[in-house]
């Protein structure tokens, strides 16, 4: 098995030593734990590609400490510098062109002329990533197309003794990925709906965002194929009960059901409840997970966004992804 570390300043260090000799180290972020390997090196970044099982067109996230180390590696213009002093550190990611210089692994890129960069709100993520001395490149550290990590158990049954290091910070706060957003073009534009929502994004920029599925929207990022997060059973949106065999996720003032992810009602619990529900839900007996709905608002957009790909899975809208 991979060896389980506690987020120790020592245990920081050796993981840092890790990353340098090549390695792949999970590490907790804010969002969910993060697959991470010198973002420099191809072989490095070849292997998270590899363990993951995910393919090789299908860009990776790069994690730096701060705005500094970001400026060096992409050219953010007007607007998302302005977005990255209001929101980072913190769960949103900007897709960004890569400067000439910036030494990264083309496979980071999966050969686009871009990059995604964040700075996560995680101290020991960001101590990490200061002792590495390097971009580190981190996809969720889940299987390709499962459902992502939120524990240091979830990275260790999925992944074994396939990872030199995982360090363990205790469950992530957010529990929901980074927003993704392609600031490229004259209008930033919507990949991924995710912990920072889009009416904050909006609010900064003073505009709207070019949202897919609205008319005029730009192509969108390799990784929004429909099919992802997905559980090994079958699982049912807005599902008001459930039907035979299913085990039922609630959310709000349910009756009887296997797991609340909030009793109360607030999607902001629920985010952080939902992978861990997922993968406790995952299990024998039952042949199917139903959910009851989630308001369409803030972060439910992101809670609705995971669910709705997670149900696309059992329609066979494979290849998964991410
Ligand atoms: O919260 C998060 O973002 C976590 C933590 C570990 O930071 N990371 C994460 O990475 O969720 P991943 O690889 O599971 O998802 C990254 C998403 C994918 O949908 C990918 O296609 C998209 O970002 N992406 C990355 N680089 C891109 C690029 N250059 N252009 C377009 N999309 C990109
Ligand atoms: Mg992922």
């Known amino acids: 098995m991979a060896h389980i570390l506690p987020l120790t300043p020592a245990n920081i260090r050796l993981a840092a030593q890790a990353l340098r000799a090549g390695e792949l180290v999970a590490f907790p972020t804010e969002t969910v734990y993060g697959l991470g390997a010198d973002a420099t090196s191809d072989r490095a970044t070849a292997a998270i590609f590899e363990a993951k099982g995910r393919p090789s067109v299908n860009p990776l996230i790069v994690h730096l400490p701060d705005l500094e180390a970001a400026r060096r590696i992409v050219d953010l213009g007007p607007q ?6 209001q929101f980072w550190p913190g769960a949103l990611s900007m897709v960004a062109r890569r400067r000439a210089d910036c030494g990264l692994s083309r ?12 700075i996560p709100a995680h101290d020991g993520a960001r101590e990490l990533l200061r002792a590495a001395g390097l971009p580190i490149a981190a996809p969720s550290a889940n299987p390709s197309g499962a459902i992502s990590p939120t524990k240091a158990a979830h990275v260790a049954a999925a992944f074994g003794d396939r990872i030199a290091v995982i360090l363990d910070g205790g469950p992530c706060t957010l529990g929901l990925e980074s927003t993704v957003i392609d600031v490229t073009g004259a209008r930033a534009a919507l990949l991924r709906a995710g912990g920072v929502t889009i009416e904050a994004l909006e609010a900064a920029l003073e505009t709207r965002l070019d949202i897919p599925g609205d008319e005029n929207s730009a192509p969108r990022s390799p990784g929004q194929m429909r099919s992802h997060y997905a559980p090994s059973r079958p699982l049912r949106m807005n599902a008001s009960s459930a039907n035979p065999g299913e085990t039922l996720l609630g959310f709000g003032s349910a009756g009887k059901c296997a797991f609340n992810l909030s009793p109360s009602g607030d999607v902001r619990e629920a985010a952080a409840n939902l992978f861990h ?13 139903a ?3 989630v308001p369409e ?16 899975d059992t329609t066979g809208a494979k290849p998964r992804n991410g």
Do not use: K, Q, Y
Not at 277 to 289: R, V
């Open 80 to 85: 998302a510098e302005r977005l990255g002093v």
């Open 107 to 118: 496979l980071v890129s999966a050969g686009l002329p871009t990059v995604a960069v964040r």
């Open 277 to 289: 529900a997922l993968h406790l839900l995952d299990t024998p007996p039952w042949t199917g997970i």
């Open 291 to 293: 959910v009851m709905p």
């Open 297 to 312: 608002e803030g972060l439910g957009r992101a809670i609705n966004d995971r669910l709705r790909r997670a149900a696309a």
